[in-house]
């Protein structure tokens, strides 16, 4: 089991940049593949990006593809969500999870990810 803190939202104008980091305890932290989803007010939460444990293998939501890049230092036992272009649209409440299952395949459901920290508001204005 890991425990995840989310850090580094903020409000930004459209086309800012912003990096979002995820600080986890735990020992577990680089057999697990890691995702960053995003939930707006009345919405479902949507995936964002995904990485796998070892950092290999990345996925990305299509809406942003291109724009954002997830990492991971497994030393440091955190992941990252570098934000650029951003848009109005991506205003959301960002949380990070971890993989229910260690050295699982890479998958983008939220059912395929636990332990979520407590999330880091994003706004965009424009």
């Known amino acids: 089991q890991v425990q995840l803190v989310e850090s580094g939202g903020g409000l930004v104008q459209a086309g800012d940049s912003l990096r979002l980091s995820c600080a986890a305890s735990g020992r577990t932290f680089s057999y697990l593949n890691m995702g960053w989803f995003r939930q707006a007010p009345g919405k479902e939460r949507e995936f964002v990006a995904a990485i796998s444990w070892s950092g290999g293998r990345t996925n990305y939501a299509d809406s942003v593809k291109g724009r954002f890049t997830i990492s991971r230092d497994n030393a440091k036992s955190t992941v990252y969500l570098q934000m650029s272009s951003l848009k109005i649209e991506d205003t959301a409440a960002y949380y990070c999870?971890?993989?229910?299952?260690?050295?699982?395949?890479?998958?983008?459901?939220?059912?395929?990810?636990?332990?979520w920290g407590q999330g880091t508001q994003v706004t965009v204005s424009s």
């Open positions: 999870g971890a993989a229910k299952i260690a050295l699982a395949a890479l998958g983008t459901a939220a059912v395929d990810f636990g332990s």
